[in-house]
C-alpha cells in the first residue's frame, strides 16, 4: 500500500484543508522514519520502550522506585493518580471523539507488540509520558526523564502504533494534564 493510500484510508475521499495536510506530513514524517525502522538496535530501543510503557508500567515502577528512594510513598500515589486520571481521560472520552485509524503494518514486525484496538488519535503512550515525567521530575532528574519520555512518545511511530500527529497530540494532552495534576497534587 502506497502513501496516498494510506492517506485514503484515515480520511475522507479526496480530503483537503487541515484533515489533508495532516495525513501528507504524517505520511512524509513515516517515509522518513523508514530509514530508521529495521536497524537492531533502534528496533529493540523503540519496541522495548513502547512495550515498557504499556498501561504506564514504566511509570508506575517509576513512581514506587521514586517514593522508596525518597521514604515518601505518597509519591507513588500522586504519580499513579494523575495516570489513572490521564488514561481515563485521553483513553476514553477523548479518543472516542477521534476514531483515527492507526497506521498500517505492511510486514510483520521485529518483536512482538500489543495492537492496542483504540483510536490512534492522541497517542495515550505520549500523553502518560509527559505526565508522569512531570510528576517525577519534582523529585529530580528531569532531562533523564523527560529524554526517557520522548523516547516512549518516539516508539510509538517507530513502531507504527501510531502517526506522528497523534504523537504530537498526545504530548499537547499530557502537557495540559500535566499542569493541572502538578497543581492540584502539589500539597
Known amino acids: 500500500m502506497t502513501s496516498a493510500d494510506n492517506t485514503a484510508e484515515r480520511s475522507p475521499s479526496g480530503a483537503s484543508g487541515l484533515i489533508g495536510a495532516v495525513d501528507r506530513l504524517d505520511d512524509q514524517i513515516d517515509g522518513w522514519w523508514d530509514s530508521l525502522r529495521?536497524?537492531?538496535?533502534?528496533?529493540r530501543i523503540f519496541y522495548t520502550a513502547s512495550e515498557a510503557a504499556d498501561f504506564s508500567l514504566i511509570w508506575h515502577t517509576l513512581g514506587v522506585i521514586e517514593a522508596i528512594i525518597e521514604d515518601d510513598p505518597m509519591i507513588a500515589v500522586k504519580v499513579s493518580a494523575a495516570l489513572g486520571v490521564e488514561?481515563?481521560?485521553?483513553?476514553?472520552?477523548?479518543?472516542?471523539?477521534?476514531?483515527?485509524?492507526r497506521p498500517i503494518q505492511e510486514t510483520a514486525r521485529p518483536h512482538n507488540l500489543r495492537q492496542p484496538k483504540t483510536s490512534s488519535f492522541p497517542s495515550g503512550h505520549a500523553s502518560a509520558a509527559v505526565v508522569a515525567a512531570a510528576m517525577l521530575s519534582r523529585h529530580g532528574n528531569s532531562a533523564a526523564l523527560r529524554a526517557l519520555a520522548g523516547i516512549v512518545a518516539t516508539s510509538r511511530i517507530?513502531?507504527?502504533i501510531h502517526h506522528a500527529s497523534d504523537v504530537?497530540?498526545?504530548l499537547a494532552a499530557g502537557a495540559?494534564?500535566?499542569?493541572?495534576?502538578?497543581?492540584?497534587?502539589?500539597q
Open 87 to 101: 488514561s481515563a481521560l485521553v483513553n476514553g472520552p477523548v479518543k472516542s471523539l477521534f476514531r483515527r485509524r
Open 38 to 43: 529495521g536497524r537492531p538496535i533502534l528496533d
Open 158 to 160: 517507530h513502531v507504527r
Open 176 to 186: 495540559l494534564l500535566a499542569a493541572v495534576a502538578r497543581r492540584l497534587l502539589s
Open 168 to 170: 504530537a497530540g498526545g
